[in-house]
């Protein structure tokens, strides 16, 4: 998952509203969004490592994570990122409490970003540049492969879109999707410098990137009332963005 917005309390009739796009190497193989058998989560699943990038758990709980880029990505033997999402979803531990005491012990792993969020609460916890985690304000947050609301081009445009939505009381998320489907590339001097070139910085600057060997794999919704009552909608796409199918699942309020 490499682009996220959410809105924490800021509509009328979802407490939480989180858009995202995750962008992975095509060849990577991954099971789309399902109820799992082994547990309590509804998301993607990516079948080298076994976990998620983004995910919906009981009474509303939400999980997701980004990685962070610094340079070119270099081999790594440590757990991995997407264990994260799964460890909370499938758990009991408020998301504010799960948050500080994961970053107590974030360094084991790769640089991530991750957004925790449950009834009581939404929190962020990172690891790069250092460890940290807090609380996350009621209001509008993007992140994509830097810090937490780091103003990258495509971060915030998809911010602003969330934000606009979210404070009409919108209800058809068609403006979502189109945000999500974005494909401008970000003018060079707007672009975030983060080790990897000018050239791969222009091809990474989309929201949507459509390329035949990496892009984004997944566009996916997720919206949680403030009952409890939610549902995951995810959008497939394979080499050169073409479409590939989509699944919505939906919880009852507990």
Known sequence: MCLVALAWKTHPRWRLVVAGNRDELHARPTAPLAAWDDAPVLAGRDLRSGGTWMGLGPAGRVAVVTNVRDGLAQPFDGPSRGALPVGFLGGADPATAHAAELADRAARYAPFNLVLADAGGCAYVGNHPGSGAHAIAPGVHGLS??????????????????????????????????????????????????????????????????????????????????????????????????????????LLPP
Not at 182 to 193: F, G, K, T, V
Not at 213 to 221: D, F, K, M, V
């Open 145 to 250: 492969n830097g810090a937490f609301d780091a103003p990258w081009p495509k971060t915030r445009r998809l911010r602003d879109a969330l934000r606009e939505w979210a404070l009409a009381g919108g209800d058809d998320p068609q403006p979502l999707w189109d945000a999500l489907a974005d494909e401008r590339i970000a003018a060079d001097d707007a672009l975030p410098d983060t080790g990897v070139g000018l050239d791969l910085e222009r091809r990474l600057s989309p929201a949507f990137i459509r390329q035949r060997e990496y892009g984004t794999r997944a566009s996916t919704l997720i919206l949680v009332g403030h009952d409890g009552g939610a549902r995951i909608h995810e959008r497939r796409f394979g080499p050169e963005g073409v479409y590939e199918g989509e699944t919505v699942l939906e």
